[in-house]
């Protein structure tokens, strides 16, 4: 079988255990066999990262601009091959496992230019002669958490600006699904990184992202994942004065109202809900409908899903890959479960049987929701939908609102009068007008509201105010 070790300072040294990845669409598919790190591998790895800073954050911009080229290049050469690999052990379709990669290598290419763009300002100063300067300067260590569910473009979209700006790394990819950021990094490597300026530590998170969290030597952590796990994480780096940013979860609302064309709100609603198995944060997970709509956008929805195919995420023509694990699975069903006996109607949401054993879910529309039920408070993370009928559009409005969430919003309208207004009056991070809440850009910011997200955004021009720290320097007149 297939052994993958950790990377700490420029080599490749093998875990204290080991960890198998397996693949959810076909549970009789060991990718192979991933090094665990503990506590002391990941303080090495730190320790390297910290060595490293010394001499990277004095690098050229020119030098940091050919290492993120190339390995945006690289990442482009096998996209196909890389893609496989990740359908293969997130189990998201292989169209969408390919986007996903060209999208990490995209984002590596915009960094590479931001190396180039970083600049600074000369200020006229308020006293005579003096002349005001401000800079930025790469903040340290940085260490990188990142969640299952996208394995190469979050890995992509952390590890670029970091080094992008000056800095070091150490990034503990999720345990169910290391392979893909394996790759990442050892594409980094052979592209030049020096020695320590990137390690690669697998493992649990509660043991390698703890120590990562906790260490002294560590000055910022950035996070994707769960709301309980980003806030626990957020008040350690808070208690030791580390810089912190938190990408968290969503309960993303799309509201349809009368006026949309039909076609376009049930395509939004289905590719926001359902594609990628409903497994993004940014996924459309409360449609929130308007009275006159309704049933002809349900009866179109009810028609769109039973000709979705679920199956294999390698296999030709599958819409829907397998949810990632049997614990997301047992999650999906739990709420489905919850919905039910809340009051809500289910249509669709059972478990599938295919030729090999995996962890297949038809997607799930929940009718008959109102916005206090837990379907619509909490985040289910899986194909799994529900919907609020409402009389109009400013109930859809304060529907949308009434949430802790905060990170992409919806509307399907043809009246600019309401779409502008939704832009301006929704609380998220993101609005998208007649199409998917999920499915952004790689150069502008990514992140959301409330408690979606904590910290500066990420992604495009705007991550460098997580990534860089900012000097102001006065310089007296009589400086010769
Ligand atoms: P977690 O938040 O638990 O995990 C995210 C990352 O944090 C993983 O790398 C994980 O490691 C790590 N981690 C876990 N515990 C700690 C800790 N104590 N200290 C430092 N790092 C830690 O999410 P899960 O992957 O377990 O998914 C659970 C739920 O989170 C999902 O069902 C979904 O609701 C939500 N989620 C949201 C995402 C989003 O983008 N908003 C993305 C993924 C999940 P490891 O898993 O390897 O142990």
Sequence with gaps: MSQFANYIDGQ???????????????????IGEFAQADADQTQRAISAAR???AQWSLSTPQQRFDLLDQVGSTILARKAELGRLLA???????PEAIGEVGRAAQIFKFFAGETLRIGGEIVPSVRPGMTVEVTREPLGVIGLITPWNFPIAIPAWKIA?????????????ADLVPASTYELVKIIAEAGAPAGVINLVMGRGSVVGEALVSSPDVDAVSFTGSVSTGRAIGAKCFASGKKFQLEMGG???????????????????????????????????????????YDRFIDGMKARMQALKVGDALADGTHIGPVVDDKQLQQDERYIAIAREEGGTVFGGERIERETRGYFLAPALITETTSGMRINREEV????????KVKDYDAALAAANDTEFGLSAGICTTSLKYASHFRRHVQAGMVMVNTATAGVDYHVPFGGRKGSSYGPREQGSYA???YTTVKTAYVSPGTV
């Design 251 to 293: 309960k993303n609302p799309m509201v349809v109202l009368d006026d949309a064309d039909l076609a376009v709100a049930i395509e939004a609603c289905i590719n926001g809900a359902f594609y990628s198995t409903g497994q993004r944060c940014t996924a459309s997970s409360r449609l929130i409908v308007t009275e006159g709509i």
């Design 464 to 466: 460098r105010e997580f």
């Design 381 to 388: 993370f899986g194909p799994v939908a529900s919907v609020i």
């Design 161 to 173: 600006p970091a080094l992008a700006f000056g800095n070091t790394v150490v990034i503990k990819p």
């Design 88 to 94: 293969r052990e997130e189990g998201k379709t292989l």
């Design 12 to 30: 490749w040294v093998e875990g204290a255990s080991v960890s198998r990845n397996v693949n959810p669409s076909n549970l009789d598919d060991v």
């Design 51 to 53: 060595k490293a800073f």
